[in-house]
């Protein structure tokens, strides 16, 4: 997001950066920490103008009656949700109260869940056009009242073909001009020499797995993995490097299995420090139940790593199965280990060949990144195709180079 924002700015876009809690910056990097003094936040709400917003809403009411009804009186959400959604609308009408003045002409919400409602409604009491971007669990599980919001954008903007032909399959109602592709990508400019890992000088396989500790990166799989692995008599071990709220369980699962000699949490790894994580690594494992097109395989990738990943949703778009990377079955205990038994062979034969399979596979996988996930060229790609869509009357737009000071795009 954070990036987003800085791409449309160097355009010479005025751009409202907008959240509704204040965003943990450790966590956005370092895009977002530069914006986070000038975000604007709905917390803490203040009374005064939860009063002005229930105000507005009383006198645009004509403005979002349609919502309030889809909340009440249709679908199958049940009453804990729309007491939720109706409270969103509450605060869509605060975020409104805020904006008003500010001369905001397009309100743009990254992520599909409740805070695209409340961007939904601040642009509908504001008489703007609003969009907003898909990523993965947005779409593809927590997708409450996504037919109306994808009704009432100007367009939707999703990482990976998957989740667009997902969207149209399931709400086919939608013109599919209106799904527009932006891929995510990775700095490509410090491109790593193509290297193995020394075999003969490091005998134990190492299994690197890079991400947020939450249940849908499913890291208790590969826990369980693990235990096949050693039961099998394999010497290896496992660095999980990401910090979140399944550490204690994963824990515990750790001492259930008696894997403390095998798996290490390293809990959150600075930036600054992942060189050396994915320099000993032979294999960058995902285990995901739910993924968009995740950036760690794409820096794993750049880096030179195999990496092995379930085959899901838009993953087989980066990762080509025995061309780029591996894939095993979701779900497949028995497929994951045997894709990791068939890497270790494949890699102690690596020492006797000058070039193996692997190494046209680490080549391959770099060039997919290059070519398809660079995020100097997918960012320049977004702010044409944004900016095209929005299409504001007053808006000239030549070769993207005169700054357009008129226009301010909100991102909540």
Same mark, same amino acid.
């Given at each position: 997001?954070?990036?987003?924002?800085? /791409?449309?700015?160097?355009?010479?876009?005025?751009?409202?950066?907008?959240?509704?809690?204040?965003?943990?910056?450790?966590?956005?990097?370092?895009?977002?920490?530069?914006? /986070?003094?000038?975000?604007?936040?709905?917390?803490?709400?203040?009374?005064?103008?939860?009063?002005?917003?229930?105000?507005?809403?009383?006198?645009?009411?004509?403005?979002?009656?349609?919502?309030?009804?889809?909340?009440?009186?249709?679908?199958?959400?049940?009453?804990?949700?729309?007491?939720?959604?109706?409270?969103?609308?509450? &605060?869509?009408?605060?975020?409104?109260?805020?904006?008003?003045?500010?001369?905001?002409?397009?309100?743009?919400?990254?992520?599909?869940?409740?805070?695209?409602?409340?961007?939904?409604?601040?642009?509908?009491?504001?008489?703007?056009?609003?969009?907003?971007?898909?990523?993965?669990?947005?779409?593809?599980?927590?997708?409450?009242?996504?037919?109306?919001?994808?009704?009432?954008?100007?367009?939707?903007?999703? %990482?990976? /073909?998957?989740?667009?032909?997902?969207?149209?399959?399931?709400?086919?109602?939608?013109?599919?001009?209106?799904?527009?592709?932006?891929?995510?990508?990775?700095? =490509?400019?410090?491109?790593?020499?193509?290297?193995?890992?020394?075999?003969?000088?490091?005998?134990?396989?190492?299994? &690197?797995?890079?991400?947020?500790?939450?249940?849908?990166?499913? #890291?208790?799989?590969?826990?369980?993995?693990?235990?096949?692995?050693?039961?099998?008599?394999?010497?290896?071990?496992?660095? %999980?490097?990401?910090?979140?709220?399944?550490?204690?369980?994963?824990?515990?699962? %750790?001492?259930?299995?008696?894997?403390?000699? #095998? %798996?290490? &949490?390293?809990?959150?790894?600075?930036?600054?420090?992942?060189?050396?994580?994915?320099?000993?690594?032979?294999?960058? =494992?995902?285990?995901?139940?739910? /993924?968009?097109?995740?950036?760690?395989?794409?820096?794993? *990738? *750049?880096?030179?790593?195999?990496?092995?990943?379930?085959?899901?949703?838009?993953?087989?778009?980066?990762?080509?199965?025995?061309?780029?990377?591996?894939?095993?079955?979701?779900?497949?205990?028995?497929?994951?280990?045997?894709?990791?038994?068939?890497?270790?062979?494949? *890699?102690?034969?690596?020492?006797?060949?000058?070039?193996?399979?692997?190494?046209?596979?680490?080549?391959?996988?770099?060039?997919?990144?290059?070519?398809?996930?660079?995020?100097?060229?997918? &960012?320049?790609?977004?702010?044409?195709?944004?900016?095209?869509?929005?299409?504001?009357?007053?808006?000239?737009?030549?070769?993207?180079?005169?700054?357009?000071?008129?226009?301010?795009?909100?991102?909540?």
């Amino acid at each position: 997001m954070g990036e987003e924002i800085q /791409e449309l700015r160097r355009r010479g876009v005025q751009v409202i950066a907008g959240s509704v809690r204040r965003p943990d910056a450790a966590q956005g990097g370092a895009s977002l920490e530069a914006l /986070e003094p000038e975000i604007l936040c709905l917390q803490p709400v203040r009374v005064l103008i939860l009063l002005r917003a229930l105000s507005l809403v009383i006198r645009r009411w004509g403005e979002i009656s349609d919502l309030v009804a889809r909340v009440l009186l249709r679908g199958k959400e049940s009453p804990k949700r729309r007491l939720k959604a109706m409270l969103h609308t509450w &605060l869509g009408a605060y975020y409104a109260v805020l904006l008003e003045g500010r001369g905001v002409k397009h309100v743009h919400v990254h992520h599909g869940y409740f805070g695209s409602w409340i961007g939904m409604v601040a642009a509908r009491l504001l008489g703007v056009s609003f969009s907003m971007t898909l990523h993965g669990s947005d779409l593809l599980v927590n997708r409450a009242y996504l037919d109306t919001k994808l009704k009432n954008c100007r367009f939707c903007v999703t %990482i990976s /073909e998957f989740n667009r032909r997902y969207t149209l399959e399931h709400f086919p109602w939608i013109e599919a001009s209106k799904i527009m592709v932006s891929r995510l990508g990775v700095d =490509v400019a410090g491109r790593a020499e193509a290297r193995r890992v020394a075999r003969g000088t490091r005998r134990t396989f190492t299994l &690197l797995a890079v991400g947020r500790l939450h249940a849908v990166k499913d #890291h208790a799989f590969l826990v369980r993995a693990c235990a096949r692995l050693r039961d099998g008599g394999f010497d290896f071990e496992c660095v %999980i490097a990401g910090e979140g709220p399944e550490r204690k369980r994963l824990e515990f699962l %750790i001492r259930k299995h008696r894997l403390q000699d #095998h %798996i290490t &949490l390293a809990g959150h790894v600075a930036r600054a420090q992942m060189d050396a994580l994915y320099g000993r690594a032979d294999v960058v =494992v995902l285990t995901s139940r739910s /993924e968009g097109i995740p950036l760690v395989l794409m820096e794993a *990738m *750049m880096r030179n790593r195999i990496v092995l990943a379930p085959a899901i949703t838009g993953i087989p778009e980066i990762v080509i199965p025995g061309k780029t990377g591996l894939l095993y079955a979701p779900g497949a205990l028995q497929d994951f280990v045997a894709k990791i038994l068939f890497l270790e062979k494949q *890699m102690c034969r690596e020492d006797r060949n000058a070039v193996s399979r692997l190494d046209w596979i680490r080549h391959a996988a770099q060039v997919q990144v290059l070519h398809n996930f660079s995020r100097t060229k997918n &960012l320049s790609h977004f702010g044409d195709r944004f900016l095209q869509r929005i299409a504001i009357p007053d808006l000239v737009i030549k070769d993207w180079s005169p700054p357009h000071e008129d226009l301010v795009l909100q991102q909540v």
